[in-house]
């Protein structure tokens, strides 16, 4: 046989060595080719592909991967057997055990505009959302054939309730706050009753306004009660600012009348004080005490007089020098005074 006729393979030359141009990924495919080859070959071959395929298909199905915002809830022979938190996880292969995949923290929302009866016999109109999120992934599967059907006729239930049970003022006052708490409370005891596993987020009223042919009357009334409350505002204000300054100002008054009741008592008390004094000196020396007041009286009177009589040396009449110009003090006698010398007829009429 020559050196390059082919073997049985075609791929080796006499010395058994392999042809250039041929890799070894030639040599793999050519034995999957003839390990299929042999595959198809009677019904042995044919069992083992199927075993092969089954098995990797067990292998594929006996794990599983949980978003970070999912829940996984495992049916093992369609009943519910655990909940999966997100991660990886090993479970027994389809079809023994399923996953079912739930966007737990995933914010739902449902919109709706109705209108709506309020209690004094209004018609009203109001848009509200209401944002969920599943809280219990079973119960969210299981419980509920419509969640989002159940929610939306729930929360629409909800809302009605809460206004047929409000006036028009308070809906369309700031009071519909409240009544926003109220609606979300009310549509979570119903969901809760249905054992529904949703949670409720937040309940909102978009728009809420009267009938178009009763708008404006309803527009004035608001803007009325906004003057008012405005007005009541700047009430308030100038009251914070004038009433502490009306509080000082008698506060005050009240010091200075304390003081100068205070000063009046004090002046009184010394006066009495001194003519207690004065009366006991008296008593004991009668004679000195009326000279010394009558100097002390002449002293003071004097002090204002410009001019003044000598009676008891033939009425002179004596001139104090004083500034050309000038006007008399305060208390001044501007005709003089007639001074008594001490002993005199005058003087002796004037003692007590």
């Known amino acids: 046989m ?34 299929g080859g042999k595959f198809g070959q009677g019904s042995g071959g044919l069992l083992t592909g199927v075993l092969v395929l089954i098995v990797v298909g067990l292998l594929f199905s006996s794990y599983t991967i949980i978003g970070a915002r999912e829940q996984g809830v495992v049916l093992r022979f369609g009943q519910y057997s655990r909940t999966l938190p997100p991660g990886f996880h090993l479970k027994l292969p389809q079809p023994i055990e399923s996953v079912t995949k739930v966007e737990a923290t995933r914010i739902r929302s449902v919109t709706d505009k109705v209108a709506m009866l309020t209690r004094d016999e209004n018609i009203i109109t109001i848009d509200f959302t209401v944002q969920y999120q599943v809280d219990d992934s079973r119960k969210y599967l299981f419980s509920l054939t419509d969640p989002d059907g159940t929610i939306s006729a729930a929360a629409e239930a909800a809302v009605r309730g809460v206004i047929g049970g409000s006036d028009m003022d308070q809906v369309l006052s700031a009071a519909g706050a409240n009544l926003v708490a109220q609606a979300q409370q009310a ?10 596993g949703l949670r409720v987020t937040e309940v909102s009223f978009q728009n809420v306004a009267p ?4 708008k404006d009357a309803f527009d004035d009334v608001n803007n009325a009660r906004e003057d008012k409350q405005s007005i009541e505002n700047s009430a308030l204000a100038y009251a914070s600012k004038v009433v502490p300054v009306a509080r000082g100002e008698a506060a005050r008054i009240a010091a200075e009348a304390a003081g100068y009741k205070a000063e009046r008592i004090a002046r009184a008390q010394g ?14 020396a009668p004679e000195v005490t009326r000279k010394r007041l009558w100097l002390e009286t002449m002293e003071e009177v004097m002090a204002h007089n410009t001019k003044i009589v000598d009676d008891a040396s033939g009425r002179n009449i004596i001139n104090l020098p004083s500034t050309p110009g000038s006007a008399p003090a305060a208390g001044t006698t501007q005709v003089g005074a007639i001074v008594p010398a001490p002993g005199s007829a005058s003087d002796k009429g004037a003692q007590p």
């Not at 549509?187 to 529904?196: C, E």
């Not at 009938?211 to 009763?214: G, I, M």
């Not at 003519?275 to 008296?282: I, P, R």
């Open 2 to 35: 020559a050196w390059n006729e082919p073997g049985k393979n075609g791929q080796s030359d006499p010395w058994n060595r392999k042809r250039p141009g041929k890799s070894p990924l030639d040599d793999l495919l050519a034995k999957l080719k003839n390990r």
């Open 187 to 196: 549509l979570q005891q119903t969901l809760d009753g249905y054992d529904s």
């Open 211 to 214: 009938p178009d042919e009763v």
């Open 271 to 284: 006066d009495t004080d001194r003519f207690n004094l004065l009366l006991a000196q008296y008593k004991a």
